[in-house]
């Protein structure tokens, strides 16, 4: 079935990276866009970044500008997100879905969250 | 770029329609139709509802419906039952920087 899971998630010390990675299987990973959303613990939800089909274009949220880098592999059918300079208010549980609709942000698909706790 | 503005909360009885708001600004809810709405029940991972404005997806109960009028977009769910409680967020694309603005978020309550 149409399916993403991701991992890498864990507790972190302020100012380290952790990598986070999202498996894509029973659809042609390489035919869609793909996100990141984050939602934070009792806060709403927050679009992180997109990646194009092809890996050439990427667009990422002010607040992680600069910090998170977004990626993938088609031949792996996984996307990832490197997030280094890692504060506080990354704290969150961080989602990746793709996007049904090209990348007008409509996500279809979306994996069960892997919780990313940064703290001291 | 701020969040799309939704109602806190709203809640209605088995059977009534409600309808949940999402305003934003000429730069997203109003330029584009590219407004999604998205339910979540606690502990899980949200589930699009509707897409470009209007749109269901295959497998969503036709309860459930989207319009659009200048930068406010609305969700109405009619014949309410208790599987609708849930919170539920608004999406857009938008031009600014950050291509995609969730709402605030609407909690709905079955009475």
């Known amino acids: 079935q149409v399916q993403l899971v991701e991992s890498g998630g864990g507790v972190v010390q302020p100012g380290r990276s952790l990598r986070l990675s999202c498996a894509a299987s029973?659809?042609?990973?390489?035919?869609?866009?793909m996100h990141w959303v984050r939602q934070a613990p009792g806060k709403g939800l927050e679009w992180v970044a997109v990646?194009?089909?092809?890996?050439?274009?990427?667009y990422y949220a002010d607040s992680v500008k600069g910090r998170f880098s977004i990626s993938r592999d088609n031949s792996k059918n996984t996307l990832y997100l490197q997030m280094n300079s890692l504060r506080a208010e990354d704290t969150a549980v961080y989602y990746c879905?793709?996007?049904?609709?090209?990348?007008?942000?409509?996500?279809?698909?979306w994996g069960q969250g892997t919780m990313v706790t940064v703290s001291s | 770029q701020s969040a799309l503005t939704q109602p806190a909360s709203v809640s209605g009885s088995p059977g009534q329609s409600i309808t949940i708001s999402c305003t934003g600004t000429?730069?997203?809810?109003?330029?584009?139709?590219?407004v999604s709405w998205y339910q979540q029940h606690p502990g899980k991972a949200p589930k699009l509802m509707i897409y470009?404005?209007?749109n269901r997806p295959s497998g969503v109960s036709n309860r459930f419906s989207g319009s659009k009028s200048g930068n406010t977009a609305s969700l109405t769910i009619s014949g309410l039952q208790a599987e609708d409680e849930a919170d539920y967020y608004c999406?857009?694309?938008?031009?600014?920087?950050?291509?995609?603005?969730f709402g605030t978020g609407t909690k709905v309550t079955v009475l």
């Open positions: 879905a793709r996007d049904g609709v090209g990348v007008t942000g409509a996500f279809d698909i």
């Open positions: 029973g659809f042609t990973f390489s035919s869609y866009g």
């Open positions: 990646i194009w089909y092809d890996g050439s274009n990427k």
């Open positions: 000429s730069s997203d809810v109003g330029a584009y139709n590219y």
């Open positions: 470009e404005v209007s």
């Open positions: 999406s857009s694309y938008t031009s600014s920087s950050t291509l995609y603005v």
